[in-house]
């Protein structure tokens, strides 16, 4: 064999050595519960593995398999050029080939008694899900488009985030400690602070309702590394509440608080300050021992340690702005939403999965473009600031700020 083959091959074993790994101890499987439809099924698990590493053992058979999909623009006809995959699916046509490999087991089973038998492919009932995820048209128009009947469009559509949701949850999981040692280090290298586990933000997501009624609005909660990496994700709050309301009401802050996340022993700095792992978010939410918020303006003076802070408060922060963007371009996440609740919630979960795995192969296809568009969005943003209690608790928070913003000064 061929050392670039060899090479290839061994890679790959790796990754799925890593997915085995994944799947046995899952770093964190309760901290993302919000999404819906929590059986896990191992067996599915099971069977996608062995498939997989059967298909990775044998490239010849994995060549010869090829995706046929119908061109959405052009119904009957075949998807062939590499622009339509990125116009239709906003992923690259090696991507949709590794994710149709990835889920084909998982599509390719359980059609319902009624609609049975679906004669379509994997590749088809994939494309037909991220075509309604991408692009964001309605069923009707996509039953035009790849010559199916409606309830087919809905049943692939629904398969596909249940099976991205159940069976992909692990790829929004929280970090385990060595894994965030990694992050918080990304971090550092980007402000010069060292300890920032993540930067947080909330996403809002219209639904529309019904012709007689007004729309609803739908929340969700991420958590985000330095490269736009969805580490949490929690979603379905109703979202016109504020982003500290939806924070306190999620697991993600119970488990801090309660000790479960960012726990690793501090570390000590040269003035013997204790630095604990937090949090970075912005002036909308409130400001704790493991949540980092900029100082206000007020406390702010040109040339001040707290300007140093709150410019690196900022670098941090794009990241998640950056990934609230780009959540919105899927094409179903750009609203008002068609579908029921239950459907969107699922929708804001299976495009996050999405995310990262676009991210983790270096598919930058979906990603929200040039930075300067989220400077306006900061600005033309105006959530009241939290006001700072006079408790222990925020001693020990402003504290911690303090000590971040001298390190911000000398780094500078
Ligand atoms: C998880 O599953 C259990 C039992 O099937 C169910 O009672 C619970 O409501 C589910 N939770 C969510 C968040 O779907
Ligand atoms: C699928 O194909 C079978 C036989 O090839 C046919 O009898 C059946 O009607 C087809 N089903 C659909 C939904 O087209
Ligand atoms: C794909 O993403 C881009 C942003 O990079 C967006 O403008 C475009 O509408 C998306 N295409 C589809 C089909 O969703
Ligand atoms: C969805 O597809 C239609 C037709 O190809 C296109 O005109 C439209 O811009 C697409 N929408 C998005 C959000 O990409
Ligand atoms: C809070 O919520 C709004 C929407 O109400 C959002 O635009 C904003 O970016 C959020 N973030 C912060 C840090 O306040
Ligand atoms: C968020 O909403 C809660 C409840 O309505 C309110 O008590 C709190 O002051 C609000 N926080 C901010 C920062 O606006």
Redesign the pocket.
Known sequence: MESRKLAALLSSLISQLLLLLLLIFPPNSTHSNSLPNNNSLPLIHHLLLSNQIAATLSPKRKRKRRHNLFDPDQPGSVLRSPDSFVNSYNMTSSTFEWLAGLLEPLLDCRDPAELFPINLTAGTRLGIGLFRLANGSDYPDISTRFGVPVSVVKFCVKQLCRVLCTNFRFWVSFPNSNELELVSKSFQSLSGLPNCCGAIESCRFEVFKDSTSSNRCLAAQIVVDSSGRILNIVAGFDGY?????ILKASTLYKDIEEGMLLNNSPSINENEVMLNQYLIGGK?Y?LLPWLMVPFVDDETSPGSIEESFNEAHEVMRLSALKTAASLKNWGILRGPIHDEVKMVVAYIGACSILHNSLLMREDFTALAGALEDYHLQQERYR?????IEDDLVSVKALATRSTLATMARKNS
């Open positions: 509440k504020n982003n500290t309301t909308g409130p959530e009241d600031s939290c006001r």
